[in-house]
């Protein structure tokens, strides 16, 4: 019997920005705060009709080409990401902290057909031997120009929706951080911008009146789909900033209609240490969301009394991001868990021959859902080795509690072998910022002649303290088993961060 009823051939709506413009075109979708421009969703889909137009006629893009981009945080991404929606084509942010050997590795993997460069880092780019060989080269002043508010026309009223758009078709590749070997294009799809944001409007109760601002860099899928694409799906409002800087955050959460922020531990230990902390209302907030890794208890307590619930979470680059969430009622009561699976996450945890383990036994999370990548841009077996049996292999080691939470141990590739034994930095490091002197910990492996590996620990201080090695040593004596105690301990005024404000751990163990 022949299915009349057209579910056969449906395939979900890719261009959200083109429904809001209908539903809400007057609400603001996207302000960029460095230029103080303000686009409702009429103008960001006129814009994203102009550039879509733009690439396929005047340059002959078609779907499934790739557009370079580096720049700090603008509207022109947004902008971007609509024309993507419209046209099948496919952006690669790239890190503008890299070198220019590093972008050129970045350019032969992703191979370009447009690359946009803002002037900062246009010598950088032209560095790299492959930039001569793009076909298309625009400044971010050249788009800039291209798709100004002020010289919309009526031509730009309507793109044409391509049909052949596949929810498993890419439209982001993100680098990973190539922290071993050469980094990874995670192929990110329409299909998994829908569910990461059906995932996260569940859990996190987003809707069209909210607002946030976002810190994070656009070469991180933090800075796109923790909150950014979801927004954008649900018709919100999203205020763009270059860089963070505390006091900057904490007087524009007041200014600005924000009601959902989004940032690393760092971020909100430096808010909660700024002059202007003291001052901020933040009385429109509901609530702070915080990846990356585990907010300490302590600062968790200095943001409740200030009335600012936080919600942990945990994501990956090649799979939601959004795919654990804590609420923010469970802060204190689950102290270092990430909490549970979002709506439409499966989770396996498992031991080294893929059996599964128990609750509160320790092994690799597993996941499984419609947000997880296809696999790596041109790198079936990087792709392959990814995968178990159909299960994405995080390369985290976690447990789960009795209750259905879950906690991180460490990752995996963190782990090192003293002495016969498997130890976890995250576990020391837990212990060391327990220290009320300490401000940061870190741990990383060293030689050693007698028992092959054992912990090095880098530490920052709070102001005004100081301690010594001895002081450290004698403070994990009873907390610790002697083979996780670190052997070395170095001071540093500061430790290295790396893009997304998380401790850079290659960088310390050098």
Not at 240 to 264: N, R, S, Y
Not at 425 to 434: G, M, N, S
Request: hydrophobic letters at 40%; charged letters at 25%.
């Amino acid at each position: 019997m022949p299915d009349l009823t057209g579910r056969a051939k449906f395939d979900c709506v890719k261009d959200w920005i083109a429904r809001w413009a209908t539903y809400t075109p007057h609400r603001p979708a996207v302000k960029d705060h460095a230029r103080q421009l303000v686009l409702s969703y009429a103008d960001l889909n006129r814009l994203a009709n102009r550039l879509a137009h733009h690439l396929t006629r005047d340059l002959g893009l078609k779907a499934g080409d790739r557009i370079g981009m580096i720049a700090d945080n603008c509207v022109e991404y947004v902008i971007l990401f609509g024309a993507l929606q419209k046209t099948g084509i496919i952006l690669a942010p790239y890190n503008y902290r890299l070198s220019s050997g590093e972008l050129d590795y970045l350019l032969q993997d992703s191979q370009p057909k447009l690359l946009i460069t803002e002037e900062t880092y246009l010598p950088v780019m032209q560095a790299a031997p492959t930039f001569a060989h793009i076909p298309h080269h625009y400044r971010l002043g050249q788009l800039r120009a291209l798709l100004s508010p002020e010289t919309l026309s009526m031509d730009d009223a309507h793109f044409p929706a391509k049909a052949d758009i596949r929810g498993d078709d890419a439209i982001f590749i993100l680098y990973t951080s190539g922290t071993t070997g050469f980094p990874k294009g995670a192929c990110y799809t329409h299909d998994m911008l829908l569910w990461n944001s059906l995932n996260t409007e569940l859990r996190l109760h987003i809707t069209g009146d909210d607002c946030t601002l976002n810190v994070m860099p656009p070469f991180h899928t933090g800075g796109w789909n923790v909150l950014l694409t979801p927004f954008l799906h649900h018709g919100a409002y999203t205020i763009l900033l270059k860089k963070f800087e505390a006091a900057e955050v904490l007087q524009l959460l007041d200014a600005e209609p924000c009601t959902i922020f989004m940032g690393v531990p760092t971020m909100l230990k430096m808010m909660a240490d700024s002059p202007a902390f003291a001052g901020a209302s933040l009385e429109k907030i509901r609530y702070f969301i915080v990846g990356g890794e585990a907010m300490p208890v302590p600062l968790i307590d200095i943001w409740a009394k200030k009335g600012i619930p936080v919600r942990q979470g945990y994501g990956m680059t090649e799979v939601g991001p959004n795919l654990f969430s804590l609420h923010q009622d469970d802060a204190l009561r689950k102290k270092g868990s990430i909490g549970q699976p979002n709506f439409y996450v499966e989770t396996r945890i498992v031991d080294e021959k893929g059996r599964d383990m128990a609750d509160d036994e320790a092994g690799e999370l597993l996941l499984r859902g419609p947000m997880v990548t296809p696999g790596y841009w041109q790198h079936p077996e990087a792709t392959a080795a990814a995968f178990l049996d159909g299960w994405f292999r995080t390369g985290d080691r976690v447990r789960r509690d009795p209750e259905g939470y879950y906690y991180v141990v460490d990752r995996i590739k963190n782990m090192f072998i003293s002495g016969g034994e498997n130890v976890y930095p995250a576990e020391i490091e837990r212990v060391l910022r327990q220290h009320p002197a300490v401000r940061e910990a870190c741990v990383v492996a060293m030689p050693h002649p007698k028992w092959g590996e054992v912990g090095k620990a880098f530490l920052s201080l709070q102001a005004g303290h100081a301690l010594t090695e001895a002081d450290i040593l004698a403070f994990c004596q009873d907390k610790l088993a002697r083979f996780k105690i670190p052997k070395a301990v170095v001071f540093l005024d500061e430790l290295p961060k790396n893009a997304t404000g998380k401790i850079d751990r290659k960088v310390l163990q050098g």
